[in-house]
Nanobody, 124 residues
């Protein structure tokens, strides 16, 4: 699976961005698809996940502000980010994995494939 993330940019506090992740290769619909982010000097952290059957889960820090969705027909994953805060500034990565146990889906090392990342910067 090859992943290509896009949609990042510079936005003011309270603004919105929509990230996209285009997948190619194997059967997109059978994978767990997730977004992670990494700020300078910090570890990569879980943001949101969409399982193969559409179940979703969010980090507490983004719950109610971010929405993950997927279009299996177009092999594309999305992350709608609203009410952005300076603390959301990071490089955002999309990832794909299979055979993931639901309790482990927040762990980066459970994902086999990663996109190149897209920078999101929120100014105060």
């Amino acid at each position: 699976v090859q992943l290509q993330a896009s949609g990042g940019g510079l936005v003011q506090t309270g603004g919105s961005l929509r990230l996209s992740c285009a997948a190619s290769g194997r059967t997109f619909s059978s994978y767990f698809m997730a977004w992670f982010r990494q700020a300078p000097g910090k570890e990569r952290e879980f943001v949101a996940v969409s399982s193969w059957n559409g179940r979703t889960y969010y980090a507490d820090s983004v719950k109610g502000r971010f929405t993950i969705s997927r279009d299996n027909a177009k092999n594309t994953l999305f992350l709608q980010m609203n009410s952005l805060e300076p603390g959301d500034t990071a490089v955002y990565y999309c990832s794909a994995g299979s055979g993931i146990i639901w309790s482990e889906m927040v762990r980066p090392n459970r994902y086999n494939y990663w996109g190149q990342g897209t920078q999101v910067t929120v100014s105060s």
